[in-house]
């Protein structure tokens, strides 16, 4: 199956404070603030939604392409994607930018302070489905430069690629009507229980409005409460898979939307691909980073079996 990824390609700076922010912001000062935080530690993550999608998938057997836009700075994550199994020809460099990057830095009360610099992702817009050249059986439109984001869905329409709509932390960012249109004949939607909330508000439709405008599945993910599939008529509650240590969720949405494009790239069903995405984010949530974890196949099949039992998928694989 011809797997295509859209989303943004990031670094995240993460760096920590051995101090208290606040104990250095002087309230009668505030009208001209200039502060510099000496920080003792700093990691650069690989990260962004479509690499950290793809990276699960490729984890679990797939050879998922990359559409997406980076910069000048991209050289050692492409050669890290591609030995881990991504395939990256489909992502565009931009050389007079740097890649987006996300700077954080958190304190000991775990205030924290961050930026996001767009850098090559504003650029994503310019990509486009008709200059692949290669068949698409089933995309993903994540979170990335709006334009983009407007632009995908509806190329995929014209040349009658499905989509998983997955536009979550850009909801905000969006205008209804434009949410409306991608939601509108998407293949499957999905974003958190948080973002179904604004999602509707945003859209002013309901949730039998947006089930209806969806051709095969809703999927909402409510954290450690698990998932909701609703699926020609259905609803399936999948359960999560009890993490051994919860080290840090960064990227445990993407890795879920991974799991589920599995199953669906194996043609099983709901219920499955609700369980493999399960098992695939509780992984995420034991490592630091969103792409510090391994498996086999093999390990992670023997695990999916410890929760759910044998089925369709451990028996295929
Ligand atoms: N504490 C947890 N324990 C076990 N599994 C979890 C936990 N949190 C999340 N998951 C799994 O990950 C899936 C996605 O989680 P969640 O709904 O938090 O996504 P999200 O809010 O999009 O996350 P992200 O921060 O990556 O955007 C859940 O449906 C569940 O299967
Ligand atoms: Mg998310």
Redo the contacts with the bound molecule.
């Keep these: 199956m011809n797997i295509v990824i859209t989303g943004s390609i990031a670094f995240d700076y993460l760096m920590s404070f051995p101090g208290n922010f606040i104990e250095h912001v002087k309230p009668d000062k505030i009208g001209k603030l200039s502060l510099s935080f000496l920080v003792d530690s700093m990691t650069r993550q690989y990260g962004g939604c479509a690499p950290n999608i793809a990276f699960n998938l490729a984890l679990l057997g797939e050879r998922p392409v990359v559409m997406a836009t980076a910069g000048q700075d991209f050289g050692d994550y492409r050669a890290w994607l591609e030995a881990h199994g991504v395939d990256t020809s489909g992502v565009k460099i931009v050389p007079e930018v740097f890649t987006a990057s996300f700077f954080v830095n958190t304190d000991q009360q775990q205030n924290q302070i961050a930026t996001f610099y767009a850098g090559a992702m504003a650029h994503a817009h310019e990509l486009s489905f008709h200059d692949l050249g290669r068949p698409v059986d089933l995309t993903i439109v994540s979170p990335n430069d709006p334009a983009a984001m407007v632009k995908y869905p509806a190329e995929c329409k014209a040349l009658g690629i499905p989509y998983l709509y997955d536009p979550?932390?850009q909801i905000v960012r969006m205008h209804g009507a434009v949410l409306r249109e991608g939601v509108q004949g998407a293949d499957i939607l999905i974003v958190?229980?948080?973002?179904f909330e604004l999602l509707k508000d945003a859209t002013g439709m309901s949730e039998s409005d947006i089930r209806a405008a969806v051709t095969r599945a809703v999927i909402i993910?409510?954290?450690?409460a698990?998932?909701t599939l609703w699926a020609g008529g259905d609803e399936i509650a999948?359960p999560?898979?009890?993490?051994q240590q919860?080290l840090d969720?960064?990227?445990?949405?993407?890795?879920?939307r991974a799991g589920l494009i599995k199953g669906l790239a194996l043609g099983l069903p709901w219920r499955l691909c609700g369980q493999i995405?399960?098992l695939a984010?509780?992984y995420v949530?034991e490592t630091p980073g969103p792409q510090t974890h391994t498996y086999t196949l093999a390990e992670f099949v023997a695990r999916y079996k410890e929760a759910f039992g044998e089925d369709e998928f451990t028996n295929r694989i």
């Design positions: 979550s932390q958190n229980d948080y973002e993910t409510r954290g450690e698990g998932s999948v999560v898979v009890p993490p919860v969720p960064t990227g445990v949405g993407d890795a879920y995405g399960a984010a509780t949530l």
